[in-house]
């Protein structure tokens, strides 16, 4: 190792070796995200305290932040911080514990974010989309998504009009981060295609009085059959 990668190493390692931020740290391990507001319990300490953590976790690239709407969270900065953590752990001995969503079941289950998928089912779609290798990206700097020759093919197969989605004036897919599952789901004009394609094929059905979608069993099948994990039936 040089002086400046031995310097850069001592840093890492000083940023995680306080107690209160290895706590936010690990907190985000499970890889959903988190609320300033939401490590600064975590971690035991004061708004101001965690905001000072952060930034010298940012500083460092153990975490980043992304805006969604007025609320900012914060997530691990990458799969190699998270590999180092785990890393860490199995050396401590130690578990982190597992993110305990408080959103009602209905709304966590299936819901629209603006006018997209939100919720579990969302984020599954999300997962899919991208073991299959439909999706290519995001951009680390914007969070866009773009779909491969893989992806079109099959979402035009589906009925998206992938032409139509990519021609209107927004985004064409991104990273939208889900507040419930605390990990992204698709969002963007390619995000309200997918939900119109799920109302018109009736695989989801919209609760009258909330933002709630009840996956209908015709949807469940025609999703298992995708490979979208959707979970057990109830």
Known sequence: MNADHDCSASSIAAAIGEPARARMLYSLVDGRARTATELAAVADVTAAT????????????????????????YSLGGAQVADALEALSVLAGGAAD?????????LRAARTCYDHIAGTLGVALHDRFVAAKWLSGPSARDARYDLTPAG???????????DGARGLRRRFAFACL??????????????AALLALALRKKWVAPDLDSRALGLTRMGRGELHKLGVNVGAEG
């Open 152 to 162: 079109i093919r099959a979402l035009e197969a589906l009925g998206v009009d992938v």
């Open 50 to 73: 965690a905001s000072v953590h952060l930034q010298r976790l940012r500083s460092v690239r153990l975490v980043r932040v992304a805006a969604q709407g007025k609320h900012r969270y």
């Open 98 to 106: 597992r993110f305990v969503p408080n959103t009602p079941r209905r």
């Open 178 to 191: 889900d507040w419930s599952e605390r990990r992204p789901h698709i969002g963007g004009a390619l995000g």
